[in-house]
T-cell receptor
Framework: DGGITQSPKYLFRKEGQNVTLSCEQNLNHDAMYWYRQDPGQGLRLIYYSQIVNDFQKGDIAEGYSVSREKKESFPLTVTSAQKNPTAFYLC?????????????FGPGTRLTVL | AQSVTQLGSHVSVSEGALVLLRCNYSSSVPPYLFWYVQYPNQGLQLLLKYTSAATLVKGINGFEAEFKKSETSFHLTKPSAHMSDAAEYFCAVSSTGGTSYGKLTFGQGTILTVHP
């Protein structure tokens, strides 16, 4: 079955450590997205990528980094520069070609900084 | 720039009652609009989308939404609530062009509670 996988589901990190969240899709989608979700704030876009080897900052990119070396993979690194990283992180993908194409979401990773 | 406002962060209904979740949007061009549902600790699932065809859109699980251009609204309804409808619902609008083509702007979300 096609879909989006995120790993791990739960992640704990000590302050000052970098951590990388995995996102893989086998839908053959061109575009991929990373969102951060906090209670009462909806989803906020961190980074997105329309094609391989290209990505753009979203609304809250500070303290995060990404890479897009393969079409199916879009890992997110939460760096020690991110001041409040505890949140639920969602990855999504979209088939390019029309802005009516919906985004498909992974199951999410809950990051907790201890 | 586009934006979405969901009126009411929490909505509570009785089982069997009408569900109405409100969404208003702002867009400088004809929008594409989406409703997603999220169950606790899970990702988002698409309920329905408006893509400039019929203004009344039917989705999964008995939900539907009506696009009203004059009111800039896209409210989500279901005639009879079920306990399994309890979740958080997000309205979103799609961006139009440039490098942000296809990017979604989300509302703050509405938590739906269904009482027996």
């Amino acid at each position: 079955d096609g879909g989006i996988t995120q790993s791990p589901k739960y992640l704990f990190r000590k302050e000052g450590q970098n951590v990388t969240l995995s996102c893989e899709q086998n839908l053959n989608h061109d575009a991929m997205y990373w969102y951060r979700q906090d209670p009462g704030q909806g989803l906020r876009l961190i980074y997105y990528s329309q094609i391989v080897n290209d990505f753009q900052k979203g609304d809250i990119a500070e303290g995060y980094s990404v890479s897009r070396e393969k079409k199916e993979s879009f890992p997110l690194t939460v760096t020690s520069a991110q001041k409040n990283p505890t949140a639920f992180y969602l990855c999504a993908s979209r088939l390019a070609g029309g802005r009516s194409n919906e985004q498909f979401f992974g199951p999410g990773t809950r990051l907790t900084v201890l | 720039a586009q934006s979405v406002t969901q009126l009411g962060s929490h909505v509570s209904v009785s089982e069997g009652a009408l569900v109405l979740l409100r969404c208003n949007y702002s867009s400088s061009v004809p929008p594409y609009l989406f409703w997603y549902v999220q169950y606790p600790n899970q990702g988002l699932q698409l309920l329905l989308k408006y893509t400039s065809a019929a203004t009344l859109v039917k989705g999964i699980n008995g939900f539907e939404a009506e696009f009203k251009k004059s009111e800039t609204s896209f409210h989500l309804t279901k005639p009879s609530a079920h306990m399994s409808d309890a979740a958080e619902y997000f309205c979103a609008v799609s961006s139009t062009g440039g490098t942000s083509y296809g990017k979604l702007t989300f509302g703050q979300g509405t938590i739906l509670t269904v009482h027996p």
